[in-house]
């Protein structure tokens, strides 16, 4: 154990993490997300929920504020214009990490999979509630 990191900074998340360049996108996604055969690199957090693999996220890496929409979020495809509880909490998390509103971009289940093919890594949980699906693109951390 070291002190300050949540149990879920496991060693693969750190090295991923870290191994991030600015404008990486790494995607988090739930337990029905198709992970396995879509990743690059895959960063299980089995046992964790979609907000607290955010947060642990968000302690460390900060969002890009070179582009305008630098976080996202899957559209529910049966309710596009609903944001689902999940999402809305994860909107805080952000918000909180950032210290200002960031909002989360919604982007249609087709270009999130396309986007997730091609992020950095993609980060299982076992996220049981739909659409707990996140993209974040990696900003760079000033001295």
């Not at 870290?18 to 990486?24: I, L, P, R």
């Not at 689902?84 to 918000?95: F, H, L, M, N, S």
């Not at 919604?106 to 980060?123: D, L, M």
């Amino acid at each position: 154990m070291l002190k300050n990191l949540s149990i879920l900074h496991t060693s693969e998340l750190l090295y991923v993490l870290a191994s991030m360049g600015h404008g990486d996108e790494i995607a988090l996604v739930d337990a029905n997300f198709p992970a396995q055969s879509i990743a690059q690199r895959l960063v299980r957090l089995d046992g964790a929920d979609l907000p607290s693999a955010l947060e642990a996220c968000m302690q460390l890496i900060p969002l890009d504020t070179f582009v305008a929409e630098p976080a996202f979020r899957m559209i529910q495809v049966h309710a596009p214009d609903e944001i689902p509880e999940v999402q809305k909490e994860c909107q805080v998390i952000i918000d909180k990490a950032e210290g200002k509103h960031v909002e989360l971009a919604g982007i249609s289940r087709e270009a999130f999979y396309e986007r997730a093919r091609k992020a950095f890594a993609v980060v299982y949980t076992t996220e049981r509630r739909a659409y707990g699906c996140l993209l974040l693109k990696k900003g760079v951390i000033f001295s």
